[in-house]
């Protein structure tokens, strides 16, 4: 597992944060100059126009959507959050590009449950969201569940057979195939294991079992054996009495 997670971490960048183009508006506005600052990477430049859109017009779901993005460069993470969860209920046709990147934003707090979650809303919204598919692999890998995690990176590569990321899928696949199969090689001993405690108890017991009845069948005829002697001499005694008279 170990290993497995150390060639993860090489390539953690593997998360993608979705960002869409929009057509241009005045370069007045101020959803087009976060915009701009935005695209050009600036993100602690964008922010105070893109939060002045959003109270402006809380039904911007683009200025929301950078927002959130802004928040996450920038490390701020529970505004991320709160951002997300704000306009995930009335996201429509945007609910699975929200709920993925709400899930990259637990993902990058550690919460590899959680964002297991959102990225699972994200492919029920839409099946053919290939990058759902790989970073909830990324978050399985994370809880040790190797097993769905397979899977996941299959159905990832199923969608993106020529993805840039092939080549470092493949090993993290090849090294979790190769962890189930020690994994599974530890459960059989450890069966042995305790098959052999089992035997070896039982076996124990039976001993103990044989011991104490063979110390009660010991103990019983020496109770037997002295209660014979005591007759013999009750009746002696009771004889040479009568011989007396």
């Known amino acids: 597992m ?8 090489k390539f953690a960048p593997l998360l993608f944060f979705i ?34 859109t959003v109270a402006r017009d809380p039904a911007h779901m683009q200025a929301f959507l950078y927002l959130g993005i802004v928040y996450q460069q920038l490390d ?7 951002v997300y969860l704000r306009i995930l209920p009335r ?4 609910t699975a590009r929200v709920s993925f990147n709400l899930g990259n934003v637990y993902f990058a707090k550690g919460d590899f449950e959680q964002a297991r979650q959102y990225y699972t809303r994200t ?6 969201f290939a990058s759902a598919y790989l970073n909830r692999a990324n978050a399985l890998v ?6 769905d995690a397979l899977a996941d990176y299959a159905a990832y590569l199923s969608m993106e057979s020529d993805s ?20 599974e090689q530890q459960f059989e001993q450890q069966f042995v294991i305790v098959e052999d405690t089992i035997r070896n108890e039982t076996d124990r017991r039976r001993r103990f079992i044989l011991d104490v009845t063979e110390s009660l069948r010991t103990v019983v005829e020496d109770i037997i054996r002295l209660s014979s002697i005591n007759n013999d001499q009750s009746t002696t005694t009771f004889s040479d009495f ?4």
């Open 2 to 9: 170990n290993r497995i997670k150390a060639v993860f971490r």
């Open 19 to 52: 960002v869409f183009c929009i057509p241009n508006l005045s370069p007045q506005t101020s959803f087009s100059q976060g915009e701009e600052l935005f695209l050009q990477n600036k993100p602690q430049e964008a922010l105070p126009y893109l939060e002045e």
């Open 76 to 82: 701020r993470l529970d505004d991320a959050i709160t």
């Open 91 to 94: 996201a429509g046709a945007e």
């Open 123 to 128: 492919i029920t919204a839409d099946p053919s």
């Open 142 to 147: 994370q809880s040790g569940q190797f097993e």
């Open 164 to 183: 840039s990321q092939l080549e470092e899928v493949t090993k993290i696949m090849t090294l979790i195939r190769e962890e189930l199969v020690f994994l």
């Open 242 to 245: 009568n011989n007396d008279q």
